[in-house]
């Protein structure tokens, strides 16, 4: 059982940047590759990027390559997102989520989320 709370969420203007967490509990965090989706209005949740459960290896939809960062830190059971250079198109409600197995863009592979956080970027 993994249990995944998000926070760090916020209002920023274009071009600004904020950190989104991801606090974990469960012994299986650290054995399991992690991954941030996002869900704008009457939109798809869509993937936005994964990190391996040793965090040696991440991978970006193309829209944030560059933009964002995932990092882990298994001491501590936490997932984190940097978002630099913001934009309007960036605002949905963010989630981050345990891979199970299979496509890691498929967020039918992902068996435990969290609640999400807000991120509204402004123009």
């Known amino acids: 059982q993994v249990q995944l709370v998000e926070s760090g969420g916020g209002l920023v203007q274009a071009g600004g940047s904020l950190r989104l967490s991801c606090a974990a509990s469960?012994?299986?965090?650290?054995?399991?590759?992690m991954g941030w989706f996002r869900q704008a209005p009457e939109k798809e949740r869509e993937f936005v990027a994964l990190?391996?459960?040793?965090?040696?290896?991440?991978v970006y939809t193309d829209s944030v390559k560059g933009r964002f960062t995932i990092s882990r830190d298994n001491a501590k059971n936490t997932v984190y997102l940097q978002m630099n250079s913001l934009k309007p198109d960036d605002t949905a409600v963010y989630y981050c989520?345990?891979?199970?197995?299979?496509?890691?863009?498929?967020?039918?592979?992902?068996?435990?989320w969290g609640q999400g956080t807000q991120v509204t970027v402004s123009s």
């Open positions: 989520a345990a891979h199970r197995a299979g496509t890691i863009s498929d967020k039918r592979n992902y068996d435990y």
């Open positions: 469960g012994r299986t965090f650290s054995s399991r590759h």
């Open positions: 990190i391996f459960w040793s965090g040696g290896n991440t």
